[in-house]
């Protein structure tokens, strides 16, 4: 991709699993990536690795393929929506400017490399960061500009 550097890039989530073998217990990392432009462009990915440095960059690559467009009204989003996945729920509300952008750590990710501003969130439901991202990705492609609607019911 020719916008490498403007891309914002978070690791939410670094899982560790064991595999017990003869040996001893052998380790292998999961790394759970978030990368966006702040324009509105948003992606995840999950990458799987012996080392956590790879597990990282596998995360961030796939996360680059993944990327998907979504609809904000300057540095907020444009009404109130619900995303769901797995067991994840997410509330996301618009809040004026200077309300800063208020969710806790899987969703305010995402949010941060949508380069949505202001809002407001609730996370309900699974905890599981994997659940959160996703249902936080579904709700932001849920949205939809008043005029874009009103273009559609004139047709």
Same mark, same amino acid.
């Given at each position: +991709?020719?916008? &490498?550097?403007?891309?914002i890039e978070k690791v939410v989530f670094i899982n560790r699993c064991a595999k017990v073998v003869k040996g001893?217990? *052998?380790?292998?990392?999961? @790394?759970? %990536?978030?990368?966006?432009?702040? =324009?509105?462009?948003?992606? $995840?990915?999950? &990458?799987?690795?012996? #080392?956590?440095?790879? %597990?990282?960059?596998?995360?961030?690559?796939?996360?680059?393929?993944?990327?998907?467009?979504?609809?904000?009204?300057?540095?907020?989003?444009?009404?109130?929506?619900? /995303?769901?996945?797995?067991? &994840?729920?997410?509330?996301? =509300?618009?809040? !004026?400017?200077? !309300?800063?952008?208020?969710?806790? /750590?899987?969703?305010? @990710?995402?949010? #941060?490399?949508?380069?949505?501003?202001?809002?407001?969130? =609730?996370? +309900?439901?699974?905890?599981?960061?994997? %659940?959160?991202?996703?249902?936080?990705?579904? &709700?932001? *492609?849920?949205? *939809? +500009?008043?005029?874009? $609607?009103?273009?559609? *019911? =004139? %047709?």
């Amino acid at each position: +991709m020719g916008d &490498g550097p403007t891309m914002i890039e978070k690791v939410v989530f670094i899982n560790r699993c064991a595999k017990v073998v003869k040996g001893g217990r *052998r380790f292998s990392f999961a @790394a759970l %990536a978030v990368v966006g432009d702040g =324009k509105g462009r948003v992606g $995840i990915g999950y &990458g799987k690795a012996n #080392e956590v440095p790879d %597990a990282i960059k596998k995360g961030t690559a796939n996360a680059h393929k993944h990327l998907v467009s979504v609809k904000l009204k300057g540095d907020t989003i444009p009404h109130d929506v619900f /995303g769901e996945y797995d067991g &994840g729920k997410v509330l996301l =509300k618009p809040a !004026t400017t200077g !309300t800063g952008l208020i969710a806790g /750590g899987a969703v305010r @990710a995402v949010l #941060e490399a949508a380069g949505v501003k202001n809002v407001l969130t =609730k996370s +309900m439901g699974s905890s599981n960061h994997i %659940a959160v991202v996703h249902a936080t990705l579904n &709700g932001l *492609r849920q949205l *939809r +500009m008043a005029d874009d $609607i009103a273009s559609l *019911r =004139k %047709a």
